[in-house]
Structure formats: C-alpha cells, structure tokens
C-alpha cells in the first residue's frame, strides 16, 4: 500500500520557519515529480510548489516564491518544503502529492495520483 506520510507542521509566529518533511512508502517515487499543496478552511486546495524527479527543476506559486523552498532526497523517498518568512495567510493545511504518470514539473492538482493526509501550519501574527 503506497503512503505519504506529512510531518514538521505546527504553529510559529509570522517571520518564522517550519520544514515540512513527507515519506512515502510503498514504492519508489525517485522517477516521480511530486509537489506540495495547501487548503485553507472553506477554501480550495492550492498549489504551493512541484519538484522534478530529479530535484534539478522546480516551481513555486507566486505567493511563496523567494521565501519557500522544495526539495527531494530520493535515497530517502522523501520531499521537503522549506517554509521561510512565514505569513498568517500561509495557515493552511499542508499535503504533499506524487503522480504516478509524471516526471516532469506538475502543477495542476489533477496530475497528481498520491496524496498524504495533511499537516497544519498555523502562522499567528
């Protein structure tokens, strides 16, 4: 059974840091671009960031580009985000995602075939 397991959410203070780490299991994900989302309650699911399968290319949303980072270690099947400068309006549920069909950057929520159950980040002001 394939798993991705979220981890590192909690409440910080607005400036501050969190790194979200997510596993998977299961299987391999190393040929696999993977991406991290977020949801904010009665809002839909957002992109965040998506990492190639390799780690060399990546893409950020607007929102979060020059203070969050995304990473993979696939010796360890497993993607980060590091979440820097950090904003009340980043409070959101964090998932992060695989897709099964795609190695390349993914940024379209439908793209993605795995998903964790999510971690919260609660910035406060």
């Known amino acids: 059974q394939v798993q991705l397991v979220e981890s590192g959410g909690g409440l910080v203070q607005a400036g501050g840091s969190l790194r979200l780490s997510c596993a998977a299991s299961g299987r391999t994900f190393s040929s696999n671009a993977m991406g991290w989302f977020h949801q904010a309650p009665g809002k839909e699911r957002e992109f965040v960031a998506a990492?190639?399968?390799?780690?060399?290319?990546?893409y950020y949303a607007e929102s979060v580009k020059g203070r969050f980072t995304i990473s993979r270690d696939n010796a360890k099947n497993t993607v980060y985000l590091q979440m820097n400068s950090l904003k009340p309006e980043d409070t959101a549920v964090y998932y992060c995602?695989?897709?099964?069909?795609?190695?390349?950057?993914?940024?379209?929520?439908?793209?993605?075939?795995?998903w964790g159950q999510g971690t919260q980040v609660t910035v406060s002001s």
């Open positions: 995602a695989a897709s099964a069909r795609r190695r390349e950057i993914v940024v379209k929520l439908g793209w993605y075939d795995y």
């Open positions: 990492i190639n399968w390799s780690g060399v290319s990546t």
